[in-house]
């Protein structure tokens, strides 16, 4: 079994400030990790993912995420928010072979300028 | 190459009506999932498949049917539409075990 709880269904920040996104999962089996980004009205991009290897992940738009297995984490963060930031964001897990995706309920991110 | 491409992008039925959402990629992936978006949901898994002939039960999987006679093609099959079915759908599309999934640009479903 899978799952996955995101922390706040609502962030705000402002332009030029710290994006902290926060993603815990549940995993019975060594987990694969993603970070999705939805803008208004259009389907998931995929920000990035963890598979294996490094922890320490870096995605597009200057997105990355670290996994941490002891914390069962996989945080997002992005040094400086800019206003095209503002979406919704999913984080999803997947074990074993990683074709059943489990998504979070997602954080929409707001930045004010 | 146009990804996963669904169609309709809008649709509304009345209760007990019947449709198929369409959906096609022309990447030669494998693994082809649908989902269901609700607010406050999040995503949830209706049925996928891994490949050409083989389909399986996701999280909610009452009420809908798929098939996939192609690698390209995977419908979603709506028997007898419930006002509870009301919600927006994504396909999606994946070629490797470590892959993300590409998501198609959603079905707005209305069941009046």
């Known amino acids: 079994a899978q799952s996955v709880t995101q922390l706040g269904s609502h962030v705000s920040v402002s332009e030029g400030a710290l994006v902290l996104l926060r993603c815990n999962y549940s995993s019975s089996v060594p987990p694969y990790l993603f970070w999705y980004v939805q803008y208004p009205n259009q389907g998931l991009q995929l920000l990035l993912k963890?598979?294996?290897?490094?922890?320490l992940v870096k995605g597009i738009n200057g997105f990355e995420a670290e996994f941490k297995k002891s914390e069962t984490s996989f945080h997002l963060t992005k040094p400086s928010a800019h206003m095209s930031d503002a979406a919704e964001y999913f984080c999803a897990v997947s074990g074993g072979s990683n074709y059943k995706l489990t998504f979070g309920k997602g954080t929409l991110l707001t930045v004010n300028p | 190459n146009a990804g996963v491409t669904q169609t309709p992008k809008f649709q509304v039925l009345k209760t007990g009506q019947s449709m198929t959402l369409q959906c096609a990629q022309d990447m030669n992936h494998e693994y082809m999932s649908w989902y269901r978006q609700d607010p406050g949901m999040g995503l949830r898994l209706i049925h996928y498949s891994v490949g050409a002939g083989i389909t399986d039960q996701g999280e909610v999987p009452n009420g809908y049917n798929v098939s996939r006679s192609t690698t390209e093609d995977f419908p979603l099959r709506l028997l007898s539409a419930a006002p509870s079915q009301t919600s927006v759908y994504f396909c999606?599309?994946?070629?490797?075990?470590?892959?993300?999934?590409?998501f198609g640009s959603g079905t707005r479903l209305t069941v009046v």
């Open positions: 963890y598979t294996t290897g490094a922890t």
């Open positions: 999606a599309s994946k070629t490797t075990r470590q892959g993300g999934y590409t």
